[in-house]
């Protein structure tokens, strides 16, 4: 009840702030209209309704991070997190109450992003809707990065590394635009270190209905997510007894 009560503040202050979310919503829909509209005049592989989807789905799951990151960091920024510090709740109470109201924004980018590729031709078959669901632990990771970096960043520092920095990272380091073979060499090597790119093949493979090719991707991703969410609660935790 106590992280309920919080959430439902949480949303209430996502909602404030309509423009930005509007934005963060429809992203997608733009990317997918202007690299389309490219297709149509130069056709070119990657920019097929079947490869691009899933990474421009994975690429606006990263502006998810910013509108994460900047919520926390504004309550830090505020003073606001210090009074609810007074409060029963626990660590893992506020990181889940920031992620109740935001899990729904992701599942709303990703299900326009996909009815959009739909409308512009996209075959809407059984496995969209398992691209959508296994693309879930990617939004995940997106929306725990942003609580973890608003944990340790002030609100400044968050624009930076959490908008200009992330989304370009995602961008050049996901292979959604380009196929990351073709640069090979350490820039691929360090790639497949990182999570975006594992984020955009499991999207793909899903789509193209081979659901044992989403491993070891997965694996990757849902790592990843796992340890921002656990480093989140425990940088939380440590903030909280410092105050």
């Not at 309920?4 to 996502?14: D, G, L, M, P």
């Not at 502006?63 to 505020?78: K, N, V």
């Not at 090979?184 to 093949?201: A, I, R, T």
């Not at 090719?213 to 425990?234: E, K, Q, R, S, T």
Request: aromatic share 12%; with cysteine; net charge neutral.
């Amino acid at each position: 009840m106590k992280m309920t009560a919080f959430s439902s503040r949480v949303t209430k202050e996502i909602l404030r702030d309509p423009l930005t979310l509007i934005f963060g919503i429809g992203f997608p829909v733009i990317l997918l209209l202007l690299l389309t509209a490219i297709q149509s005049n130069a056709p070119v592989e990657i920019f097929k309704l079947e490869t691009l989807t899933p990474g421009v789905a994975v690429f606006g799951f990263s502006f998810l991070t910013l509108f994460s990151a900047q919520l926390i960091a504004g309550d830090r920024a505020s003073a606001m997190l210090q009074r609810l510090f007074t409060t029963p709740l626990s660590a893992f109470d506020f990181i889940a109450g920031y992620l109740l109201p935001l899990f729904p924004m992701a599942v709303a980018q990703c299900i326009i992003c996909f009815v959009t590729a739909i409308i512009l031709g996209l075959e809407f078959t059984t496995d969209v809707l398992m691209t959508m669901l296994i693309l879930l632990p990617s939004a995940l990771f997106f929306i725990g990065l942003g609580l973890l970096c608003g944990t340790v960043l002030n609100e400044k520092a968050v624009g930076g590394l959490c908008g200009a920095l992330l989304t370009n990272l995602t961008a050049f380091t996901s292979g959604a635009w380009f196929d990351l073979a073709m640069v090979g060499g350490g820039f691929k090597k360090v790639c497949d270190l990182l999570p975006f790119s594992h984020s955009v093949n499991i999207g793909r493979a899903a789509l193209a209905g081979n659901y044992s090719d989403i491993f070891p991707d997965m694996f990757w991703v849902i790592g990843y997510m796992l340890a921002v969410f656990i480093a989140a609660i425990i940088l939380f935790t440590r903030k909280m007894k410092s105050c």
